[in-house]
């Protein structure tokens, strides 16, 4: 079993849907969360950035983290077609410990 | 200005050949990374660097060898290439050891044939 999974999808919505991105993980040690967005041939730029359990809202993108199930997501509201990108979930225990992605969730929004 | 620049960012060569890849920060950043991309997207971490000292080395077959000539340089040299070695490589940097302000560079396609 893979520390972090995530769906590869790919996931196809409507322009103006709201979108939910999620991932599992295994590891209770982990502390910090993080979303990428990676474009086609593009290096993957971090999006959003949270500690702890909670949300975190950002314009259209909202992030949640329930750490007592281990579960993470990533909300985008009235997607774009600009929006159709790979989003990779992200998470460290902190210290000096490695980062360690999801496999990343391919998101198409159509016009 | 480009942040993280790696060069080239499209390689295709013989199985047996020796390679670098080349990356660059201006971010006045203290640690350097290389990361491997697999057809399937998944993103593993390689090797870091701390002001040009190895602080993470993961499992990698030793014909990998990073260089850091400097704290804005992390070089990657393959030696005796393989088909498997075939993947994108990202050069990436942050501050300290911040994973929160870790910045990718475009990306290194390499293809072995």
């Known amino acids: 079993q893979k520390e972090v999974e995530q769906d590869p999808g790919p996931l196809s919505v409507p322009e103006g849907a709201i979108v939910s991105l999620n991932c599992t993980y295994s590891?209770?040690?982990?502390?910090?969360f993080m979303w990428y967005r990676q474009y086609s041939r593009k290096g993957p730029e971090l999006l959003m950035y949270t500690y702890s359990s909670g949300n975190k809202e950002d314009g259209r993108f909202t992030a949640q983290v329930d750490k007592s199930s281990k579960y993470i997501s990533l909300f985008i509201r009235d997607s774009q077609p600009s929006d159709s990108a790979t989003y990779l979930c992200a998470m460290y225990p902190g210290g000096g410990n490695k980062l360690t992605f999801g496999t990343g969730t391919q998101l198409k929004v159509e016009l | 200005d480009t942040a993280v620049s790696q060069t080239p960012k499209y390689l295709v060569t013989q199985m047996g050949n020796d390679k670098s890849i080349k990356c660059e920060q201006n971010l006045g950043h203290d640690t350097m990374y290389w990361y491997k991309q697999d057809s399937k997207k998944f993103l593993k971490i390689m090797f870091s660097y701390n002001n040009k000292e190895l602080i993470i080395n993961e499992t990698v077959p030793n014909r990998f060898s990073p260089k850091s000539p400097d704290k804005a340089h992390l070089n990657l040299h393959i030696n005796s290439l393989e088909l498997g070695d075939s993947a994108v490589y990202f050069c990436a940097s942050s501050q300290e050891q911040g994973w929160n302000t870790i910045y990718f560079g475009e990306g290194s396609w390499l293809t072995v044939v």
């Open positions: 590891n209770s040690a982990f502390q910090y």
